[in-house]
């Protein structure tokens, strides 16, 4: 009888569970359909291995075409670049057409027997990509030039993907000054009144940089990867985890009712069981008939045949006397 009390409440649990995580195959994996709204053309696609940290979407992104970027393909973007990966077929690169290497299909680059790809790398909000010099490797690579972003607003960080959320000047739009990620703008001095040079930004702690577009603890080669979680996710977040807790809180007071009502019940089955064979006498007092019987025929106490037949001679012998 106790399983009979346990079964339906993880029955119940698991029926939960599936409708809070989606359908369950029968390998034990839940099937998670990919659920990024891809704009501009962008397709979702699932994946496990995709370099995707930044957009609390782990095992899914959206697959943007050319010209396209962003976590749902929502921004327009430049992608930066060439590299050689080593042998691959070169049918998909147009004769006449120059890569930004210099080299065009037929030359150096198709001789070696090579693929040319392009960088996993882009440019948001409309920013070119151009060569630059990095100052640590003195090498040149490609960088994005945010103060040529043809979107409107000012934008700062490696893709420029960061959004002024306040301005230097004035408060007013303009691309030279400002500040990201919730930094604030330096007090302005007489030196640099009337110019359009940056006056720098105070930065939260998490952030550094002239625009305070980069995160503390990357390097430069992950640092175009930093993207402010937007707050709806946030509150999705929070949300979730209150709905989880209180699920949970549901689940255990369900199992301590259940388990609750199989003791009693338990309880009562046996205190039946240890009254089935009482009586009770007219006057309302319970009496064990079989108790008093042995109690009767042990001589302690009469039994009621005893006691009838005393009854019976005693009226016999007064009649006898009168």
């Known amino acids: 009888m106790k399983a009979l009390c346990v079964i339906p409440i993880f029955a119940w649990i698991a029926s939960a569970e599936i409708a809070i995580g989606g359908d369950r195959s029968l390998d034990g994996d839940i099937d998670r359909p990919c659920s990024l709204?891809?704009?501009?053309?962008?397709?979702?696609?699932?994946?496990?291995?995709?370099?995707?940290?930044?957009?609390g979407?782990?095992?899914?992104?959206?697959?943007?075409?050319?010209?396209?970027?962003?976590?749902?393909?929502?921004?327009?973007?430049?992608?930066?670049?060439?590299?050689?990966?080593?042998?691959?077929?070169?049918?998909?690169?147009?004769?006449?057409?120059?890569?930004?290497?210099?080299?065009?299909?037929g030359?150096?680059?198709?001789?070696?027997?090579?693929?040319?790809?392009?960088?996993?790398?882009?440019?948001?909000?409309?920013?070119p990509c151009k060569m630059t010099v990095d100052a640590a490797t003195q090498k040149q690579i490609h960088a994005c030039d945010c103060s040529q972003a043809i979107e409107a607003g000012a934008?700062?960080?490696?893709?420029?993907?960061?959004?002024?959320?306040?301005?230097?000047?004035?408060?007013?739009?303009?691309?030279?000054?400002?500040?990201?990620?919730?930094?604030?703008?330096?007090?302005?001095?007489?030196?640099?009144?009337?110019?359009?040079?940056?006056?720098?930004?105070?930065?939260?702690?998490?952030?550094?940089?002239?625009?305070?577009?980069?995160?503390?603890?990357?390097?430069?080669?992950h640092r175009y990867e930093v993207m402010q979680r937007p707050k709806s996710e946030v509150a999705s977040i929070i949300l979730g985890s209150v709905l989880i807790a209180i699920l949970a809180g549901v689940v255990m007071a369900t199992l301590y009712v259940s388990f609750d009502g199989c003791r009693e019940r338990r309880k009562n089955r046996s205190s039946d069981a240890s009254t089935a064979d009482l009586a009770l006498d007219p006057d309302g007092e319970t009496l064990k008939e079989a108790t008093r019987e042995e109690e009767g025929e042990g001589g302690e106490f009469p039994s009621k045949q005893q006691e009838e037949a005393s009854s019976s001679s005693a009226s016999s012998s007064n009649i006898e006397f009168a």
């Not at 973007?77 to 057409?97: N, P």
């Not at 700062?156 to 739009?173: L, W």
């Open 107 to 127: 030359g150096a680059a198709a001789q070696i027997d090579t693929e040319l790809i392009a960088e996993e790398k882009f440019c948001l909000h409309g920013a």
């Open 57 to 105: 979407h782990p095992s899914q992104y959206c697959a943007c075409p050319t010209g396209y970027g962003g976590i749902t393909c929502e921004y327009i973007a430049e992608q930066c670049g060439f590299y050689e990966t080593g042998l691959a077929d070169l049918s998909d690169i147009h004769e006449d057409e120059p890569h930004s290497d210099g080299a065009a299909d």
């Open 37 to 55: 709204i891809c704009l501009n053309g962008g397709s979702c696609q699932l994946s496990t291995d995709a370099e995707v940290a930044q957009l």
């Open 155 to 221: 934008y700062a960080g490696e893709a420029c993907q960061h959004k002024a959320t306040s301005y230097c000047r004035d408060g007013k739009v303009q691309r030279s000054s400002f500040c990201v990620n919730g930094g604030t703008c330096k007090a302005k001095n007489d030196a640099d009144s009337g110019t359009d040079g940056h006056i720098g930004c105070d930065c939260p702690s998490a952030f550094e940089g002239d625009f305070c577009e980069y995160e503390k603890g990357l390097n430069m080669t």
